[in-house]
């Protein structure tokens, strides 16, 4: 009979229990999110997932030098930050320094040369059932038209909006806070989302449905008084 020292046994348990624990789907699920967001972290490149958005900010408010700036000529700029809150969880920490859309923006401002920092990060788009999907037009009195865009995503959805827009997801669930009232599925409005592209020169998605303003919340004029 083979017999194995203590560090031996220790090694062989180990690489067992990982053995079974990567056999159980529930813990797969648990590593691979958890390896994900750890390499997130260390590379805030790395392109989004599917079903995944891509999220910015802009910061004219930051320090001049950086022990881990930039590439030259934003040197002045920090290679990455925080994430900040943005229209759905972020996947990291981590909102790495995002060249073509600081070009984007610096382009953008007013007094030139522009000096905004801009950094992106992923988050996970809430993709929604279209058949759910709220109604785009309002048509009674107490109905208030709502929009939502963002950046169409680059890994692609499981849920394709129609051609050229694939990249956009045919339905989701708008944040709450971009909202009067965000409901649990709209759809895609192409002719918004034409519209928006053609102002800003960026491939997003836009999507609409019709809140309905409670009624006691309508502010009702008073009678004219003598």
Known sequence: MVRFGVGTRRFLGGVLLAVF??????????????ARVAARDQDPSLPCGEDEVREYVCDDLLPLTSSRPAPEPFDNCPGAIDTRPGAYKPIGRVAGFDQPFTEYQRQREHVKPGHSCCYSWCAKAQVADPSKAAPLACRDAYGIEERFCMRELEGGTSEPGPSPYDRCPMALKPPEQSAFSAPTSVLIDVAKTNERRQNTKLPECCYGWCSKIPAQTVL???????
């Open 220 to 226: 009702r004029s008073h009678p004219k008084t003598k």
């Open 21 to 34: 624990w990567a056999g159980v789907p529930g813990c797969q699920k648990t590593i691979s999110e958890q």
